[in-house]
Structure formats: structure tokens, C-alpha cells
């Protein structure tokens, strides 16, 4: 049986499947907020809009799949972590290339 979220530390290591879920839910809630920070202040063009909120859909989507599968299967193989590290890598890819691309601050910590 699982040890409920709130019974244990938020940063807790016990299973890398896990925390990479969470780890993902926290740059979730960052790249959400820098969106919407943007869209206000007006400095995305109207065309990266829609493609930056559906990136974000899906970064949520596969969390919640990821979650998923990691309750049902308890699995921490690295196959697991790998698919996961695998679609980060292309959301990431994709929300930057529509956040500005060449022009973004964080293309420097992708490289």
C-alpha cells in the first residue's frame, strides 16, 4: 500500500518515477504561470498561443498518465524513466521553439 503524499516529504527519493512525476508537476506549475505572465503583458505573438497551451495540456495529460501507470504497475524500470525523460525532452523542445525559439532566455540551459 502507498504511503499517502502528505505522510511523507514532498522531495522524498524512494522510488526516481515518482519524483521525476512530481518534479514535473512543479515545472508545470512554472512554465503555466510564465505563460500566462506572458499572454498578459502581451509579449507572445497570437500565433504561439494556442500552440503553447496545448504543450502545456499535453505536459499535464502525460503526468497524469505517468502517475497513472506508476500507481497501477509500481514500476521504476528504466525503460519507464526513460519514455518519461524521453517526452520531456520533446515538450520541452516544442515549448520553447513556440516560446521564442532562438530568441528565449532558457535555449541557454537546453543546450
Known amino acids: 500500500m502507498a504511503i499517502p503524499i502528505w505522510k511523507k516529504q514532498f522531495w ?3 522510488q526516481p518515477a515518482s519524483y521525476l512525476i512530481r518534479l514535473r508537476w ?3 506549475i ?3 504561470f510564465a505563460c500566462l505572465l506572458a499572454l498578459k503583458l502581451q509579449l507572445l505573438p497570437q500565433i504561439s498561443r494556442i500552440p503553447l497551451m496545448s504543450g ?3 505536459l499535464a495529460l502525460s503526468n497524469l498518465i505517468y502517475h497513472y501507470i506508476q500507481n497501477k504497475t509500481r514500476s521504476d524500470s ?3 524513466i526513460f519514455i518519461q525523460m524521453s517526452v520531456d525532452l520533446l515538450l520541452l523542445t516544442f515549448i520553447l521553439h513556440f516560446s ?3 530568441e528565449n532566455l532558457f535555449l541557454m540551459i537546453y543546450i
Open 12 to 14: 522524498q527519493i524512494d
Open 26 to 28: 512543479v515545472a508545470f
Open 30 to 32: 512554472f512554465v503555466t
Open 56 to 58: 502545456l495540456a499535453i
Open 78 to 80: 528504466s525503460g519507464f
Open 100 to 102: 521564442g525559439g532562438p
